[in-house]
């Protein structure tokens, strides 16, 4: 079975900093997708980035962008000049093919010092 | 406006209640899910419904009944819950089939808290 793990259950970075976050998966299917989703204290699940298995470049958005090294299984999350609100819960999800439904891990708080 | 509307945000009920949550969908999205999300646990699905039809049930207490009139519209129906189905429920939805399947958008959930 497919999983998903967030080492690091909290993090902190300086407003202006730069952070990296870590997940790695575990799965035997060569077709799948990533995500990362951000949960600030309004609860709701706000997709962050994803990425395509099929794809070497890794996404970017914004200041969002991706490490994703398919042999390693590890797909991190870079976030660039930090801001206050950043400050959120962020969970690494994957998705097998078109058709899976998603796997999330358990999640990583991240903490944003003015 | 979020897309997807979760109602009540927060509920507390007793174990002998009856209660249920809704959520509706603004996106036109043909798939709609359940998850429950517990203290430092990943998120668990719990049912998934596309076109209407349940294509998921992730072996989920009969406590919890899904209901999905229409694409547009989820219930979940609960009685007689236990103190450890205490959690944040959190309801989602996107596109599936074709060449692209959208990645799944969140409400807010419900904050649930059984007595």
């Known amino acids: 079975a497919q999983t998903v793990t967030q080492s690091q259950p909290e993090m902190s970075v300086q407003e202006a900093e730069t952070v990296t976050l870590s997940c790695t998966y575990d799965?035997?299917?060569?077709?799948?997708?990533l995500f990362w989703y951000k949960q600030p204290p309004s609860r709701q699940m706000i997709l962050v980035i994803r990425q395509e298995a099929y794809k070497q470049q890794n996404a970017t958005e914004n200041r969002f962008s991706v490490n994703f090294q398919k042999a390693a299984k590890s797909f991190s999350l870079k976030i660039s000049d930090s801001q206050l609100g950043d400050a959120a819960m962020y969970f690494c999800a994957y998705r097998e093919g078109s058709q899976g439904n998603l796997i999330f891990g358990k999640g990583t708080k991240l903490s944003v010092k003015p | 406006e979020t897309g997807v509307t979760q109602t009540p945000r927060h509920l507390v009920m007793g174990m002998t209640n009856k209660k249920s949550l809704k959520c509706e969908q603004h996106l036109g999205h043909n798939a709609m899910y359940w998850y429950k999300q517990s203290a430092k646990k990943p998120l668990e699905l719990m049912f998934v419904y596309n076109f209407k039809e349940q294509t998921e049930n992730n072996s989920v207490p009969s406590r919890f009944s899904p209901e999905c009139p229409n694409s547009s519209h989820l219930f979940l129906h609960l009685h007689t819950l236990q103190p450890e189905d205490s959690a944040l429920y959190l309801c989602?939805?996107?596109?599936?089939?074709?060449?692209?399947?959208?990645?799944?958008?969140f409400g807010n959930g419900t904050r649930l808290t059984v007595t």
């Open positions: 989602a939805s996107s596109q599936e089939g074709g060449l692209y399947n959208s990645p799944l958008h």
């Open positions: 799965t035997s299917e060569s077709d799948y997708y």
